[in-house]
């Protein structure tokens, strides 16, 4: 079953001769469990999609179900708990509040929610995500790599329904951003979890297990099991 399906999305910035579509009319659905990858061209429209799927801007027309909920856009608040009940985005950078340290970011999700965190499943997530040395650092401490991780890691603490990753390996070199794409997949493998990244790498995108072609707000094409691209 889907675990995240939108329909007929189309997004406009702007009114009148400066109004640009972001999205026009783009549906798709996302079985529970996998690994897809939207690939596209810078201003593909790709953030936008994550963005309107994860609830954190209203599309101009079309609606978004979540774990089987209908995305309220009227309703912040409503909008809100199911954010932060069902899914965990993972921004481009610079997302981790630089007054906490690692191990606060982590937790941060799970404390906003008055969750108690499992300790077995803490200890889990920190160390296939590779960030136990880095946990009482401050973010500016820490590698742009190390960032990164700490950011996936606190994304699936909560085991959200979805994972959101907006390109996620941004600004990190070749090596790096495979890496950070591998942890994903390891999110899916080792965690069953879903997640859905973009980006315009395809060496990045062969990771996943489905990849969509974005182009001019629209879905230009999709393939399934791509051959993983070796550019180290
Ligand atoms: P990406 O790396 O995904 O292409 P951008 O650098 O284009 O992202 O955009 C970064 C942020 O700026 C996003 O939050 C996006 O909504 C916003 N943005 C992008 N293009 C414009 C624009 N033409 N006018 C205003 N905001 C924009
Ligand atoms: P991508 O993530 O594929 O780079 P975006 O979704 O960021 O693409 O942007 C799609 C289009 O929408 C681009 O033309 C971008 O400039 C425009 N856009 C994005 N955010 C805004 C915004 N806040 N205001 C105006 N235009 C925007």
């Not at 136990?132 to 990164?148: I, S, T």
């Not at 600004?171 to 999110?187: G, P, Q, Y």
């Not at 997640?195 to 707000?217: N, P, Y």
Request: hydrophobic share 45%; aromatic share 4%.
């Amino acid at each position: 079953t889907d675990i995240l399906s939108a329909s007929s999305l189309t997004k406009v910035y702007g009114e009148g001769p400066l109004a640009v579509r972001a999205l026009n009319d783009v549906s798709l659905a996302f079985p529970r469990g996998r690994f897809a990858a939207i690939l596209g061209p810078s201003g593909a429209g790709k953030s936008a999609f994550l963005h309107i799927a994860g609830g954190l801007d209203a599309p101009t027309s079309g609606s978004v179900t979540v774990a089987d909920l209908k995305l309220p856009f009227a309703d912040e608040e409503a909008l809100a708990r199911i954010r932060s009940e069902h899914i965990g985005f993972v921004f481009p950078g610079e997302n981790l509040l630089p007054h906490q340290t690692a191990r606060q970011n982590i937790e941060l999700p799970m404390r906003l929610r008055g969750e108690k965190l499992d300790e077995g499943w803490y200890s889990s997530v920190v160390r296939t995500m590779g960030v136990a040395g880095a946990m009482d650092e401050l973010p500016a401490r820490l590698p742009r790599a190390m960032q990164q991780r700490v950011a996936v890691a606190r994304a699936i603490l909560g085991r959200p329904a979805i994972i959101l990753a907006d390109d996620p390996a941004h600004s990190l070199d070749a090596r790096a951003s495979l890496e950070i794409v591998e942890l994903l997949r390891l999110c899916v493998r080792e965690f069953g979890q879903t997640v859905l990244m973009s980006t315009q790498d395809l060496a990045e995108a062969a990771l996943a297990e489905r990849v969509i072609l974005f182009s001019d707000g629209g879905v230009a094409g999709e393939i399934s099991d791509p051959t993983p691209v070796s550019i180290l």
